[in-house]
């Protein structure tokens, strides 16, 4: 199953070893995301650290290992979407995403944040969902 990743659950991954990170590095699943998905992350890196309660070598090795199974997209390769992800959702800090999917062949895009559920043209997956789909051995 290929699914656009958001920036929420990269950091989710980041700060504990739980569902996210289940799904992350479950290789049944083809991840990939926009390269402001790592920004993002860089961003954050203090909150993240301090959440999960690691060092910076710690957090920039699994930063390092999560990037091995997200396949990082240039915005060259999406970026003639941007103005339809506008219009499609309220958020620009979620437009990327959008186009991304919109750009690429995929099953929809995994996220938590409620923007995402606003339109209706993509599929979004919760974390929740995918949790299920495992455990259900229904992964497709």
């Known amino acids: 199953m290929k699914l656009v990743i958001d920036t929420n659950r990269i950091i989710a991954a980041l700060i504990c070893d739980g569902a996210s990170r ?5 290789n049944r699943f083809k991840l990939v995301s926009p390269e402001r998905a790592l920004l993002e992350v ?5 909150e993240i650290r301090l959440k999960a309660g690691i060092s910076a070598d710690e957090l920039n090795l699994l930063i390092d290992l999560i990037c091995e199974k997200i396949s990082i997209v240039p915005k060259e390769e999406y970026e003639k979407f941007l103005d339809k992800a506008g219009e499609m ?3 620009a800090d ?3 995403f959008i186009a991304l999917a919109l750009a690429t ?9 409620k923007h995402f559920f606003k339109q209706i043209e993509i599929p979004v997956w919760k974390t929740s969902d995918l949790m299920e789909k495992i455990y259900e051995g229904e992964i497709l």
């Open 105 to 113: 062949s995929n099953s929809g895009i995994w996220s938590d944040d």
């Open 22 to 26: 289940k799904i992350l590095f479950d």
């Open 94 to 96: 979620d437009e990327p």
């Open 42 to 46: 860089r961003k954050y890196e203090k």
């Open 89 to 91: 959702i309220d958020d």
